[in-house]
Nanobody, 125 residues
Framework: QGQLVESGGGLVQYGGSLRLACAVSGLTLDYFAIGWFRQAPDKEREGVSCFTPSDSSTFYADSVKGRFTISRDSTKSTVYLQMNSLKPEDTAVYFC??????????????????WGQGTQVTVSS
């Protein structure tokens, strides 16, 4: 049974940085794409980024392009989301999820078989 565990969230000031980690176990990471999602209070969940380990393809939401970077540490079966130049509107609970569908521009609508429990990111102004 696959398990995803997020870590690295916290409170940061405007313009600061955080690095989220998604530790994957019970799955062969090469066979799954990893997506990062976020959900702010009273808002729908939105896709943030996606990474396909088999070809290292990446996709980003327009709102985070140039600020966020998704990457993988294959030795640790961990996928990271480096978040720079954070803004108050980035405040949300961030989730990682695994999908047997490769990333594409429509990654946010793909079915994801496994989800983490989420980590809170709060950006103060």
């Amino acid at each position: 049974q696959g398990q995803l565990v997020e870590s690295g969230g916290g409170l940061v000031q405007y313009g600061g940085s955080l690095r989220l980690a998604c530790a994957v176990s019970g799955l062969t990471l090469d066979y799954f794409a990893i997506g990062w999602f976020r959900q702010a209070p009273d808002k729908e969940r939105e896709g943030v980024s996606c990474f396909t380990p088999s070809d290292s393809s990446t996709f980003y939401a327009d709102s985070v392009k140039g600020r966020f970077t998704i990457s993988r540490d294959s030795t640790k079966s961990t996928v990271y989301l480096q978040m720079n130049s954070l803004k108050p509107e980035d405040t949300a609970v961030y989730f990682c999820a695994a999908s047997s569908y490769a990333c594409s521009p429509g990654y946010a609508t793909h079915p994801y078989e496994y989800w983490g429990q989420g980590t809170q990111v709060t950006v103060s102004s």
